[in-house]
């Protein structure tokens, strides 16, 4: 009994990691940013996708450019999706460190991107939005 609830629980873990995996790819290559789409601003995580991408390729200088924090963000999310399945044995109060930390570095990183180095990929270009060509459209 014990083993057939193992299996099932792996089958669901591995589904869903097909769906993430499927949900990932088809963002990557097809949709782009909502955030940005939609309003304009680019979110803190901007270009990790991008680096992800570069690193695959085999391209580190360009990943590291596109986004400095990109090889920490899976295992960053591997760590606080699998804590409990793996038995990694991380407390509520380390893996809520390890999720403020990761969320502390990526905004501040993002700001020091907007505002000191002016980083082209993350500068807000409200004139492409999706909300700013329905303004002029309805609004002239």
């Given at each position: ?16 990691h097909?769906?993430i995996?499927s949900?990932?790819?088809?963002y990557a ?5 909502p955030?940005r ?5 680019p979110c803190?995580?901007?270009?990790m ?10 391209d ?5 450019r ?16 699998h ?11 380390a ?14 990183l993002?700001l020091i991107r907007?505002f ?11 004139e492409s939005s ?5 303004k ?5």
């Amino acid at each position: 009994m014990m083993e057939k609830q193992k299996r099932k629980k792996t089958f669901k873990l591995l589904i869903a990691h097909l769906g993430i995996l499927s949900a990932l790819i088809i963002y990557a290559l097809y949709l782009k940013c909502p955030l940005r789409y939609f309003f304009g601003l680019p979110c803190p995580s901007c270009g990790m996708t991008r680096a992800h991408l570069a690193f695959l390729r085999g391209d580190l200088a360009s990943a590291f450019r596109t986004h400095p924090l990109f090889i920490f963000a899976l295992p960053v999310i591997f760590i606080l999706l699998h804590n409990k399945a793996l038995k990694l044995g991380l407390s509520k109060k380390a893996l809520s460190l390890i999720a403020y930390t990761a969320l502390a570095m990526l905004i501040g990183l993002y700001l020091i991107r907007l505002f000191v180095l002016k980083d082209p990929l993350v500068m807000p270009d409200f004139e492409s939005s999706l909300l700013y060509r329905l303004k002029n459209l309805f609004l002239p």
